[in-house]
T-cell receptor
Framework: EAGVVQSPRYKIIEKKQPVAFWCNPI?????LYWYRQNLGQGPELLIR????????DSQLPKDRFSAERLKGVDSTLKIQPAELGDSAVYLC??????????FGPGTRLTVL | AQTVTQSQPEMSVQEAETVTLSCTYD???????LFWYKQPPSRQMILVIR??????QNATENRFSVNFQKAAKSFSLKISDSQLGDAAMYFC???????????????FGKGITLSVRP
């Protein structure tokens, strides 16, 4: 069974540039999460989807971050424009109803 | 809101010895799950062990076991016969048993870096 797939694995951009991350969850998982993990810290939830509906986006900085999960499968997280403080690892995770949460390998973003 | 606290930033253990990683949490709920996740350097996060709050018996997975003290809101991880491959960051996490709304998310502690000495 394929795990959670994320791309790219690494991204280096200059501040004020846009960036997008892609996630393909495990087949059949209706819940998809985007977490941000700063260096030396635990992950913090940015947004959670149940199928195609965003049910918890309270921690998403909506002035520059956006996300979508069309058709309730894969998802894209976008930052525009990126700031220095956005440098972090962006983790995607998925789960089935009440099931175990599986994490992807993450995208390490460096903003210069 | 639920909080998870890992107060030890780093720990070290000799290979083949036993180490215990501490975690405390705060919640007003009675039904929830607790987890320990392992994150090796530059590698993805994997689940080590899971505890259901309504179960009194402590969870065990091979060399990994927990000491779950519900009244004290304490959830420690014991690693027996430590191996070099156990070196990683370990995160304690909480999740409500209610699957709707904001309660469904995992809330993580800050993590602890475990090093294993050969």
């Amino acid at each position: 069974e394929a795990g959670v797939v994320q791309s790219p694995r690494y991204k280096i951009i200059e501040k004020k540039q846009p960036v997008a991350f892609w996630c393909n969850p495990i087949s059949g998982h209706n819940t998809l999460y985007w977490y941000r993990q700063n260096l030396g810290q635990g992950p913090e939830l940015l947004i959670r989807y149940e199928n195609e509906e965003a049910v918890d986006d309270s921690q998403l900085p909506k002035d520059r971050f956006s996300a979508e999960r069309l058709k309730g499968v894969d998802s894209t997280l976008k930052i525009q424009p990126a700031e220095l403080g956005d440098s972090a690892v962006y983790l995607c995770a998925s789960s089935s109803y009440r099931g175990r949460v599986f994490f992807g390998p993450g995208t390490r973003l460096t903003v210069l | 809101a639920q909080t998870v606290t890992q107060s030890q930033p780093e720990m070290s253990v000799q290979e083949a010895e036993t180490v215990t990683l501490s975690c405390t949490y705060d919640t007003s709920e009675s039904d929830y799950y607790l987890f320990w996740y392992k994150q090796p350097p530059s590698r993805q996060m994997i689940l080590v062990i899971r505890q259901e709050a309504y179960k009194q018996q402590n969870a065990t997975e091979n060399r990994f076991s927990v000491n779950f003290q519900k009244a004290a809101k304490s959830f420690s991880l014991k690693i027996s016969d430590s191996q070099l491959g156990d070196a990683a960051m370990y995160f304690c996490a909480y999740r409500s048993a209610r699957v709707t709304g904001a309660n469904s998310k995992l809330t993580f502690g800050k993590g602890i870096t475990l090093s294993v000495r050969p």
